[in-house]
């Protein structure tokens, strides 16, 4: 028998609205016919106090304890995986993403944004790369892999797990990165974004190799860089740097904090443009770098990693965001322009900006806000789950 959570009264009211999480406080019981079947990641059904069906979805110890995976009764079978990955591709090819020429990497599954929270599925040439969040997407990574490969047919040749660091870690699932189908013989791959060239590592990279999420906004980079003497911190590979030099950029600094990724960015900046391109990175910590840049600058991006991970920390992570802003916005060449991110889903959009604008404050610049970014429609958002719009971003022009 499938196990059966039965919610606290009352508590059903956001899953009448389809919020696909179900906290462990809304729980009141959970009827199963033997205890050892309510195990983590465990497929259940969810129902009113009063006993009607209200979901499925996957149990797991810790605030969020069911993940729904679908609010009508039906079977979680083989069907039901490549039902779910056919209908995520079906969106990338509505978005011209799946046979672009010129781009050849993109996100297929966003969690939430596609109905299956806990998952991440990101396609790199023909390479797919799951990353599960949740203990019930990865007992379920075989089936997704199956799904995967009826779906994509002879366009997939490699199916990657890179799950260790994702899965929550007291549950003990002793995951292992590695290849559930096929493999690659390069350990790193030439992919291309928007005709730019950029090497992806997925067994050794951060998140799945490479941040997927900044696509359309490393291309806003490039329409304002012609010109422009540019300050890309927390680079990672490079993506902003690359794009501000394929936009006529007069010079590109990169700054990263790990040797790693200050290399990588090196690399795809040669391999984009040779080594005469006017560019430097540098290993550093970035707050530091910021505190004396003098007025050198006229494009600045800060894409810091999440500063807030939960809302526990929400308080020190905002006066991390605001110094950050402050220290570039009151250094900036006049008529610069200013890239600001925020990647912590526990920071508003609202909030984010209410920040940025302290740190004009303090700066005491005049600053027109020019665009407010997101994250692309390849990261799409679940309407009932606005949880899931995590990346903010603000462009500004600091007179
Ligand atoms: N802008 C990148 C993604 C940034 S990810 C892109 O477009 O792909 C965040 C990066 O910040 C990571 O590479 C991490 O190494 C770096 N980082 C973290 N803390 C840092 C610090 N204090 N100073 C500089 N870099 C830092």
Redesign the pocket.
Known sequence: MTPQVYLRRGKEESLLRHHPWIFSGAIDYIKAEDEAEITEGALVEVYTHSGEFIALGHYQIGSIAVRVLSFERCAIDAAWWRGRIASALDVRRTLGLTDAPDTTCYRLVHGEGDSLPGLVVDIYGTTAVVQCHSVGMYRARLDVAAALREVYGSRLTAIYDKSSQTVPYNARLGAVDGYLWGSSDHETQVVLEHGEKFLVNWEHG?KTGF?LD?RENRQLVKRYAAGRTVLN?????G??SVYALSGGAKEVVS????ER?VALAEENVRLNFGAEAKHTALAA???EYLRDIGDRYDLIIL???AFAKHHKVLGNAMQGYKRLNARALSQIKSGGILFTFSCSQAVSKELFRTTVFSAAAIAGRKVRILHQLTQPADHPINIYHPEGEYLKGLVLYVE
Do not use: K, M, W
Request: glycine share 4%; charged share 15%; proline share 10%.
């Open positions: 951060q941040f900044q911190t927390f680079c990672y590979t993506g902003f700054v990263d904090s790990s990724a910590d970035a707050v894409d810091p990693p």
